[in-house]
């Protein structure tokens, strides 16, 4: 999507001081039924331009099939479009010389607000008619930390979304009420291979209610 000016300044500014690196726009059909809202870039979306373009990209493509899915349909984006990094110190195992790594890692609390304009943005402008929220970070960014994705995954939930205050310093409750699905993170059965047929189902159930709903 191409974001207005003052959105991209406004969230520029907001991320100063914080280990962000780039910038990936959401992609997609601006009228799409479906918005994936993920976590945060990685190395791979930074030097791509395209979400979920790395391992994690894999996975998704899987799931998405799952429910009878391709990703044209769909608006992918995430609650912070910047790659959030950790400078690592240590000693090269083979060359025994000091070197410095910038691995990826979760993105913080305050990060995900800095950049909340422009999941707002993208939500007010699509108004999609449901919302999938991709593991705890996305999730927490649209209801609240007060829920888990273990709790709600393969939920239909139906609720306003929080959004960016008058103040532009926390989260209100939006007006419109949306539906949402939280997913699993594509990236968790990496850890827990166990997730698998939990996520299969809520796939295929996802499937299914797009079929009634259609
Ligand atoms: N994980 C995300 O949440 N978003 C991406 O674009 C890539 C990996």
Redesign the pocket.
């Known amino acids: 999507m191409n974001y207005p000016d003052w959105l991209t300044k406004s969230v520029a500014n907001r991320s100063q001081g914080f280990l962000l690196e780039g910038f ?1 726009p959401g992609a997609g059909p601006k009228d799409a039924r479906l918005v994936i809202l ?5 190395r ?2 930074i030097a791509s331009l395209v ?4 391992a ?2 894999v996975e998704l493509d899987k799931n998405l099939t799952l429910a009878g899915l391709k990703r044209e349909q769909i608006y ?1 984006t ?1 609650a912070v479009r910047s790659r959030p990094y950790r400078i690592q110190q240590g000693i090269n195992r083979k060359t025994g010389v000091a070197e410095t790594k910038y691995p990826n890692r979760t993105p913080t609390k305050k990060e995900v607000l800095a950049h909340a304009p422009i999941t707002d943005y993208e939500l007010q402008t699509i108004q999609p008619e449901i919302i999938i929220p ?2 705890n ?2 999730l927490h960014r649209l209801l609240g930390p007060k829920h888990s994705i273990t709790q709600d995954h393969g939920q239909i939930i139906t609720s306003p979304v929080l959004e960016l205050n008058a103040d532009q310093d926390g989260y209100q409750w939006g007006n419109h009420v949306y539906t949402l699905v939280p997913m699993f ?1 594509p ?1 968790a059965i990496f850890y827990n291979r166990k997730l698998a047929p939990l996520i299969e189902q809520d796939w295929t159930n996802l499937g299914e209610l797009l079929h009634t709903k259609s």
């Open positions: 990936v993920g976590e945060a870039p990685g791979k979306e979400p979920f373009s790395g994690a990209g992918i995430s991709l593991g970070i996305g993170h990236a």
